[in-house]
């Protein structure tokens, strides 16, 4: 797989930001690959598991990429900048036929399908790496299913 292609994956799966994805450091996974620690705003740190998409992909990635990064920078930069990470995700959506898609929807559809389909707006918002569950909110919706499932919560025999 390219790199550019990596790179939508990374946000699709984890729901990492540009930034994150362009730091990705080999040596915070764990050894199976099944656990990340990244460091996000603030500098704080978390530790997210790894999709399984993307356990495999990495394994197989590691074997060419030489050095601490997924991403390895050119001249003085250990690793790629962000602008390079929003230009691969569009060149990736535009050969896709999706038209121009940043980093950051990537995360936003992550977090969306995620809340759709567990339900689970605590778990989400700590899988976005949120202090405020009313921050995840803005990335969710409420699905006529979902209303279904309230609604039909209302027994009272």
Do not use: C
């Not at 990374?10 to 080999?26: K, V």
């Not at 230009?87 to 950051?104: F, K, L, M, Q, Y």
Request: aromatic content about 8%.
């Amino acid at each position: 797989m390219l790199l550019s292609g990596l790179v939508s994956l990374l946000g699709l799966y984890m729901a990492l930001r540009a930034g994150e994805i362009a730091s990705f450091h080999f040596d915070r996974l764990t050894a199976d690959r099944e656990w990340y620690t990244v460091t996000g705003k603030g500098s704080r740190t978390h530790t997210l598991p790894v999709h399984p998409v993307l356990v495999d992909e990495l394994g197989v990635v590691k074997r060419f990429v030489h050095g601490e990064y997924l991403f390895p920078g050119g001249r003085s930069r250990e690793y790629v900048s962000t602008q390079t990470i929003w230009n691969w995700t569009r060149e990736v959506s535009r050969e896709a036929g999706i038209g121009d898609v940043h980093p950051h929807q990537l995360r936003h559809t992550a977090l969306t399908t995620a809340n759709d389909n567990t339900g689970d707006l605590r778990g989400v918002a700590q899988f976005a790496r949120h202090q405020r569950v009313e921050t995840t909110m803005t990335y969710t919706r409420t699905t006529d299913d979902q209303l279904r499932r309230v609604m039909n919560a209302i027994d009272y025999s």
